[in-house]
């Protein structure tokens, strides 16, 4: 039997690049709740809520768009190289696709949004032309999501991640610019503008690739994954993140039932908290290639062997960040907003915060590892109990009939992450040895 080989560098080297373009996601997202929350403080309740609908759709879209990733590097195991430029082609067309539906159902929904579920008039009103202005740019974004993911499966996720940090900047000076006289709605349209940029971009660096012909990037007909197979991957992908990114909409739901402050204060930390998740979900990504790639040579121990390197990654990872954010709570705190009452209540958090980044962020790493491997449901049921179930009931008895506020809301998702990490690692060490059989794969 051949030993199977070390993982570490290799993921290492994708595992930078990949998380520093995830970290350019919510970067863009921090950008302009620093800027809200100093240039116009009381604008921070309705960027909060203006986000929450749409990052429901923007995370249920990405997960479809999963499918890309996961097939185009199963295609490079299989030395099919022009499967992987099939997969990318027919991710960007879900990828209109989904953004065209995500846009439709807010501008539908509306202000009911928001008043469905308790929230007061004078909340969502203000709430409502956010949510509009960024659902124009969803699209945009699943896009360069779709463009991204074929790159981190071709190995050159450094053109995405150099793309990324680029509109950031962008955002930044447009925020700057915008924020002072338009408020949350003018950080809104900096979103927008940015992600134009994105999309626009990407594509252009994809079409002139230097191995574009390898890939059959402009070739229209070639052999590579079905739609089908693309939604058979994308699909759970999908739910399980609707499901946990619903739920976290909803945990804001609940902080904007308590009061004005709560979700300013809670919408912060989730915030931080998305920051350094997005490392675990480059982690994540990075797996879910080597696993791939692995299961596309038919070697079943190179894909435990990946796996298993990036759960202990990924809890390196987050037990140093969990450190840092305990070491600078309270610079933390007043970099995110000038107003002293909420910036202190911030820092006297952080220690709960510091607790959820190991399980939320294992869990993420080891439901990429299953699905790469072609374990694709279990993830999402395991979603849906933690998240769906767990999290919003504990979040709503903690935070409203407990009166524990935005701790009751970190502490339930503390909860909900370690049951979720702890169902799929009994899983992964169930499956991570075993052959995959043909017949499992989308």
Same mark, same amino acid.
């Given at each position: ?9 290799? /993921? /290492? ?38 986000? +929450? ?26 030395? $099919? ?7 990318? *082609?027919?991710?960007?067309? /879900? +990828? ?16 009911? !949004? ?41 190995? $050159? ?41 994105? @999309?626009?971009?990407? !594509? ?5 690739? #230097? ?6 990037? *402009? $070739? ?36 904007? #039932? ?38 596309? #040579? ?27 954010? /305990? ?17 202190? !209540? ?22 990429? +590892? ?56 009994? #899983?992964?060490?169930?499956? @991570? +040895? ?9």
């Amino acid at each position: 039997m051949v030993a199977s080989r070390s993982y570490v560098a290799d /993921l /290492l080297r994708l595992a930078g690049p990949v998380a520093l373009a995830r970290l350019g996601i919510i970067g863009m997202g921090i950008a302009d709740v620093i800027v809200v929350g100093q240039l116009a403080p009381d604008e921070l309740p309705y960027q909060a809520l203006g986000w +929450a609908p749409t990052a429901v759709f923007l995370v249920a879209g990405i997960g479809l768009l999963q499918g890309v990733q996961v097939l185009a590097a199963r295609a490079i195991g299989e030395n $099919k190289p022009e499967g992987a430029g099939v997969a990318l *082609r027919r991710g960007l067309i /879900l +990828a209109l696709i989904a953004g065209f539906f995500s846009y439709m159902l807010m501008w539908l929904g509306g202000e009911r !949004l928001f008043t469905a579920f308790g929230i007061d008039a004078s909340l969502a009103g203000p709430s409502t032309p956010v949510m509009m202005v960024l659902a124009l740019s969803v699209p945009l974004h699943l896009v360069y999501v779709a463009g991204t993911f074929f790159l981190e499966a071709i190995k $050159k996720p450094g053109i995405s991640t150099a793309i990324m940090w680029s509109a950031n900047v962008l955002n930044v000076g447009l925020n700057l610019v915008w924020v002072p006289e338009h408020g949350a709605v003018g950080s809104a349209w900096a979103t927008v503008v940015a992600r134009v940029f994105l @999309a626009g971009t990407i !594509l252009l660096c994809i079409w002139f690739l #230097r191995d574009a012909r390898l890939y059959g990037l *402009r $070739k229209w007909k070639a052999d590579g994954p079905s739609y089908n197979a693309l939604l058979g991957v994308g699909v759970a992908a999908a739910v399980s993140q609707a499901v946990e990114a619903g739920a976290f909409s909803a945990m804001t739901v609940i902080a904007g #039932r308590i009061g004005a402050d709560v979700v300013s204060a809670y919408q912060i930390i989730l915030n931080l908290m998305a920051f350094v998740f997005m490392t675990a979900l480059g982690v994540g990504a990075a797996t879910a290639v080597l696993v791939s790639e692995a299961v596309g #040579r038919g070697a079943p121990q190179d894909a435990a062997r990946a796996g298993w390197t990036g759960i202990a990654i990924n809890a390196v990872v987050m037990i140093v960040a969990a450190i840092i954010i /305990l070491v600078f709570a309270g610079p933390i705190g007043r970099a995110y907003t000038a107003d002293v009452a909420i910036a202190g !209540l911030i820092a006297s958090l952080m220690w709960i915060a510091a607790l959820v980044l190991h399980p939320d962020g294992a869990q993420v790493v080891i439901a990429s +590892a299953l699905r790469a491997r072609g374990d694709n449901w279990f993830p999402t049921f395991s979603h849906i109990l933690a998240y769906a179930v767990i999290m919003p009931v504990l979040g709503y008895w903690l935070a409203e009939v407990q009166g524990m506020g935005v701790a009751g809301l970190l502490f339930a998702i503390f909860w909900a992450s370690v049951a979720s990490a702890g169902v799929l690692i009994l #899983r992964w060490w169930a499956l @991570a +040895a075993r052959p995959v059989a043909q017949a499992e794969l989308p």
